[in-house]
């Protein structure tokens, strides 16, 4: 079978960031939820996981029924083996990302955004697998002394650097 490669358009809410990923064990859907309900205690989340063998289901935990049916959604229409989706609000993915990455399971990471993302995905006759994912928009420019500003001045707004 030739391989069929098309793109998955993924929901991602106002005020919502979403981390996508490639994991490779069942316990990983638990093994997430417990690493962000313990890094960020009072953010929503939810989280879910595609199994590659065995039943393959979408796995699916968290703590908000709204993101958790999301990422359910996400991790359906990309369907790849082994895929995560996990929609975070009260938190940016910043927060969250090097205890996720130190997670056992976690292979990879695809992205952490609040940005529009598209996912390039490519299906075989065995199944489907993430090429890559669109994060947003292509750049139109490089900064000036007054997008610089900008960019210092709400860092420190947000409270990510002093001053």
Not at 22 to 31: G, L, M, P, S, Y
Not at 75 to 84: D, I, K, Q, S, W
Not at 122 to 139: I, N, S
Request: glycine content about 10%.
């Amino acid at each position: 079978m030739q391989p069929r490669i098309f793109v998955v358009q993924v929901e991602v809410p106002e005020k919502t960031n979403i981390i996508l990923g490639q994991a490779h064990f069942i316990k990983t859907v638990e093994d997430l939820y417990e690493a962000i309900v313990t890094t960020v205690p009072g953010a929503s989340f939810g989280v879910a996981f595609c199994e590659a063998s065995g039943h393959r289901l979408v796995r699916v935990e968290g703590n908000d029924e709204d993101l958790k049916r999301l990422a359910a959604k996400t991790a359906l229409e990309v369907g790849a083996g082994h895929f995560f989706a996990i929609y975070l609000r009260g938190a940016w993915p910043i927060n969250v990302l090097n205890v996720i990455k130190n997670v056992q399971e976690v292979v990879t990471l695809y992205c952490a955004t609040a940005n529009p993302v598209q996912v390039i995905v490519a299906e075989t006759d065995q199944g489907r697998a993430v090429l890559g994912v669109v994060d947003g928009f292509k750049p139109v420019g490089v900064e000036g002394d007054s997008e610089k500003r900008e960019r210092v001045e709400f860092l420190r707004r947000i409270g990510y650097k002093r001053g």
